[in-house]
């Protein structure tokens, strides 16, 4: 029976059911006693496999289908109504012809299943910021992440219907159909506020709240509506004095984004008082505030991390978070104490266990036992650090916005952007070279604007401009940084030990944000001196430090190259001032 008298979203659920066809329908509450129910049932169909209750109370694991573990972004399409509306960078297919076409493959996929349908918010519900969605699925796996990674229920209706415009709600639907690989297709229709996903049952493809509706969706309404949506984690930093200042970072995949966010100081800094508290490990929603600065709220409830390397060393908040009420999908199954294990979590991998796939495993055969791609899904209110301003509906005001890739020699460890249209121009150039583990092709760059390559859901060079558009906006702005954790010597070995000590700078990020540290001008923004980043308790010589902050002129010409040819793709949709950034930093360079 349906939970609200919203005529849009009743008829909308109708409609999706006469071409789905269920054997019936379920309405999300929010309630435990309803996600209890539904785990007996998961339990029951072997979908999800109950943890030891003591060592890890409240979990389960998952196994997805073996040709369904990761984004598709192949198969991820922006269906705007014209096609140079999705841009040079994103799948465009028709809406009419994206729609007729999943319309055949929806067409009684959910015959003999239940259809759940799950209100949820993106951002606390009750604040101005919230954007409202509803989910349609045929999995309760979906359900129960869905529940751990935003808020759902009853809850979310209430505001829904009461907000201005009760209809304006996003629609998604979602279906596990026969995992069917060819036909597998995750569509957005951002003018329909509609998002179609089909054939796969993994994360980022079938939990519409987070990259489809919170990245994708949200950035093309940010735009009409004059704020971002940012693939960034966001972090603050408390000092001695107990001031918290915040920034919020952008880093491709693999490149550590929940470490960061979830960062342990090292000692010399914990005893004199520093923190860092985690707001958000994935996507920050941006808005200028009513006293000029540019607030950010994480839209999300969980955490979706990546488990292998997850250890008691580079992450133990994030190891913690996961340890009671928490979901685990591909990894190994520890069949002699009922718990998990992955590659990286510690050195002692079980004997008797199962892999993945959920074969017996010989951890000595020199097989991975978790996929490289397997998730932790928990609570954000589980992590140790998680900022007391987590629930605040304004969010945090930002003092720095930070990009960062993987760059074995090019980008020094830290620079800052000269202003905010030299910030765009940073963050459009951000690039990430791929590693042996994930290609076999060292080095390829890909670039990667702002992070948001796969994220963004409408042309990259209006994008651009919105970025330059919202510094106008923001009477007193973020400052804008780049970072590399990366660099690497003559023999490929990094040179930055990172993890924590990747607090050292963040205080130089935050205090050059506030005028309180200095720095120097090179062709490409402004470097510390080596001896304005702290070494205290380090073992890492200055040399080594001048190393990392040298900009090579040879290489950055190269660099201005690749980019030249990156930014032809996006004709004259490119924003003049980029190009003007660009001929300045050859110009610096010559
Ligand atoms: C990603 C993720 O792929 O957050 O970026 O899962
Ligand atoms: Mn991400």
Redesign the pocket.
């Known amino acids: 029976m349906s939970l609200t008298k919203n005529k849009a979203v009743n008829e909308w659920v109708n409609e999706m059911a006469a071409m789905t066809k269920p054997d019936g329908i379920v309405w999300i509450d929010g309630s435990e006693a309803q996600l209890g129910a539904l785990r007996k049932e998961s339990l029951a169909t072997g979908e999800i496999t109950a943890l030891d209750p003591e060592k890890l109370p409240g979990c389960f694991l998952h196994r997805s289908a073996v040709n369904d573990v ?2 598709v972004e192949h198969k991820t399409f922006i269906c705007s109504r014209r096609e140079e509306d999705a841009g040079p960078t994103n799948n465009w297919t028709a809406p009419d012809e994206m729609y007729a076409k999943l319309r055949k493959l929806y067409g009684g996929c959910m015959k003999g299943r239940t259809m759940y349908v799950i209100p949820f918010s993106m951002a606390v519900p009750e604040s101005p910021f919230a954007k409202f969605g509803v989910e349609l699925t045929d999995s309760i796996y979906v359900v129960l992440n869905m529940a751990i990674m935003t808020r759902t229920g009853i809850r979310v209706l209430k505001c829904l219907d009461s907000s201005a415009s009760p209809s304006d709600f996003t629609r998604g639907l979602h279906s596990k159909a026969g995992i069917d690989e060819e036909n597998r297709y995750i569509a957005h229709f951002p003018e329909d506020n509609t998002i179609w996903s089909i054939n796969s049952g993994y ?2 493809n079938a939990l519409l709240g ?2 489809c509706l919170a990245l994708r969706i949200a950035s093309y309404i940010g735009r009409k509506e004059g704020w971002m949506a940012e ?1 960034m984690l966001i972090l603050g930093i408390e000092n001695p004095n107990g001031e918290i200042r915040y920034l919020a970072a952008a880093f ?2 693999a490149c550590g ?1 929940t470490n960061l966010a979830m960062l342990i100081p090292p000692e010399a800094y914990r005893k004199k008082g520093y923190k860092i508290w985690c707001v958000g490990d ?1 996507i920050a929603w941006l808005r200028v505030g009513s006293d000029g600065r540019l607030w950010a709220v994480n839209p999300e409830a969980g955490f ?1 991390g ?1 488990a292998p390397g997850t250890n008691m060393k580079s992450n133990p908040n994030a190891l913690l978070s996961c340890r009671k009420n928490s979901i685990f999908t591909n990894v190994v199954h520890n069949l002699d104490d009922n718990t998990v294990w992955w590659e990286g979590l510690d050195k002692t991998p079980p004997k008797n266990a199962l892999n993945w796939k959920g074969e017996k495993w010989d951890c000595t055969d020199g097989s991975k036992g978790a996929h490289p791609n397997s ?1 932790f899904t928990a609570p954000a209110s589980q992590c140790p650090c998680i900022s007391g301003e987590f629930e605040t509906p304004q969010g945090v005001p930002l003092s720095a916005l930070v990009f960062g890739g993987r760059r074995a020699r090019t980008a020094p460890l830290v620079y800052q952007s000269r202003d905010w249209d030299h910030g765009v121009f940073v963050g459009s150039i951000m690039a990430s070279e791929t590693t042996a583990a994930a290609s076999g092709a060292v080095g390829v760059v890909r670039r990667d604007p702002m ?1 948001m390559l ?2 963004c859901g409408y042309h990259m060079g209006d994008y651009f401009a919105h970025w330059l558009d919202m510094g106008k906006r923001i009477p007193n702005p973020p400052k804008i940084f780049n970072v590399n954790w990366f660099r690497t010597d003559g023999k490929g070995n990094f040179i930055w030990p990172g993890y924590g000590e990747n607090m050292r700078v963040l205080e130089w990020i935050i205090k050059r944000a506030f005028g309180e540290a200095g720095a120097v001008e090179s062709p490409i923004g402004r470097l510390p001196e080596p001896g304005d980043i702290n070494r205290e308790g380090l073992d890492l010589p200055l040399q080594t430090l001048k190393e990392l902050l040298t900009v090579d002129r040879d290489l950055w010409r190269e660099e201005a190259k690749e980019i030249r040819a990156f930014y032809s793709k996006f004709g004259d949709k490119l924003p003049s001032k980029l190009n003007d950034e660009l001929a300045r930093l050859e110009k610096n360079l010559a």
């Open positions: 990761a984004r994360g980022g987070k990259k693939h491709p995949s984004k994935d979706f990546v998730r992070a796969p994220f």
